[in-house]
């Protein structure tokens, strides 16, 4: 797989939309090489691209020792090969549908009819698309392996993927339904397989009244800047950005200002506060990570050092190592194993592949199981997940005194 991405690579847009100024103080920083995580990415990219061409859906044996893929990344191609042959054989299925792994999809169609040739360098590699003209609809997939930050499926960069993947049908405004999809198998936390519907008028609107825009303000003399959470997350030029500066240093200032009131302070005051904490704590880091970089390339930082932080031992080649102890103890690989239970969700992954028992609808399997709350998180009212409901001493009370006064009523 060779990816393929132009100036305003799909992949950046969350970040240009945001802040079309970033575009020119990036060309202004020294380019970074692939982090290893980069490099993993593409790398199962490059599997679940290979299985998929020749129709591989159970990933084998072949290409796992050809990438010497780990148990967390097979599971992790088996999942996006699950959830492709689900959509083949279910909601997609249809006689007429057109499948693409791995296109080249571009926006310079757009160009000349929205007035905007920086259009023509919008363009990328799509993941994966089924479209089924007969049903009116069509599904843009683009695989994320990353761990830890939860991508959601309306972001722009699927946007942009599937406004450039319908340009190459002409009937693409008769699609009812555009499924914008993301597959993340390997999150820490959250849903690995996300939908948005949305339709080709919301996709079209998006192009104009936002994208067409942001581009349009990227290429000016004096572009504008906004400094945002998500807009800076992945910004090459986060750490010399003046914009981001004076947030961080009025955010910095609304902290200490509020640190002084507590306890008695006003509870908009300490809302306030939390909507700017993310990224203050960010460019933290930011001056953190400066630094181990500054060491790192042998320069000295006046009272710091870099040291060995903690780390796992383990095998160099475990084939070896059980041949060794086999050799020197006669111990087989059984006496040097330790056997656990599977997870629930392995469990259910089992089912579901080796006999087809969807697991999640069986009452039997579900009474199995034991999910405890997790440890409440404080997040914006925007974020996805549903809010935790917690009474007050005052509600608390109330409820008590009822149930006296019921018991009472009972003698």
Known sequence: MTAIHGKFSPSQLPRIVRCPGSVQLCRSIPKRGESEYALEGTMLHEVLEECL???EFNLPSTIIAQYSLDQEQKEAVQDCLDWTFTLRMGEAMADDAIESIESTVNLGHYALQYNCPQLEEVYGTLDYSRVAPSLRKAWFMDWKFGKGVEVFPDSEQLKAYALGKLKTYEFAKQFDEIHLCIGQPRLYAGNPFKVEVVTPDELFAWLKERLVPALQDAVTADPSFHAT?????WCDAKIVCETRQQAA???AMEVFALHAKLPQVDVDHVSKVLNILPDLKTYISDIEQYATLHISAGKTLPGWKLVAGRSI???YDEEAAKKWFEEQYGFSEFDMSEMKFMSPAKAEK????DIGKDSVKDDDFLALIDKPEGKPTLVPVEDRRPALEFQSVEE????????????????
């Not at 959470?229 to 997350?233: A, I, S, T």
């Not at 005194?401 to 009972?410: I, N, R």
Request: include cysteine.
């Open 350 to 353: 089992k089912l579901k592949k």
């Open 313 to 315: 031992r383990k095998w």
């Open 229 to 233: 959470e998500k807009g800076c997350m």
């Open 396 to 411: 608390k009370f109330a409820e008590y005194a009822v149930g006296a006064d019921t018991a009472g009523e009972l003698d």
């Open 249 to 251: 240093m009025e955010a």
């Open 53 to 55: 061409i020749k129709e």
